[in-house]
């Protein structure tokens, strides 16, 4: 239960961080001036969609460290911790720096990154993999996001 409690604690921090660094995009003018894709949502299923994300991207790495640890298994926290910092840089330089097309790289190596967790998951823990789904779907979703809006700006 310790192991639940520490990955809703990193995974939802990493939720705070974001937010900490791209401040307030429904009130940034920036972003309300792009043209977005048809087909994106509005605001407040971000944080509802993002909020499912983590505690069920929790669960499942709770559940994948009582199957594997640190010492006989250092790729998945190799992994782990390299999706916390891309999701949490994704934010500010998309956001705050502007920067789409550094953005989109960030987000695609993130979708790719996950899709392992999606992977390994499944392999290693049958149904209980299947908790990252979310986290892997949004991820399309939201690059698709990201690529309209790179391709559809100046």
Known sequence: MLRLILFLIINFGALGIGGLLLGNPATNEWYQSLNKAPWTPPGWVFGAAWSTIMLCFSVFMWKASGVVSVQ??????????????????????????????????????????????????????????????????????ATSLNGYAYFNNP
């Open 72 to 141: 006989t298994y250092p790729m998945l926290y190799v992994m782990f911790g390299l999706q916390f910092v891309l999701n949490v840089v994704w934010n500010p330089v998309f956001f705050r720096w502007h920067m789409m097309g550094s953005g989109l790289v960030i987000i695609i190596a993130l979708t790719a990154l996950v899709g392992w967790f999606v992977w390994w998951g499944l392999k290693s823990m049958g149904l209980w993999g299947a908790l990252i789904l979310p986290y892997f779907i949004w991820l399309l979703i």
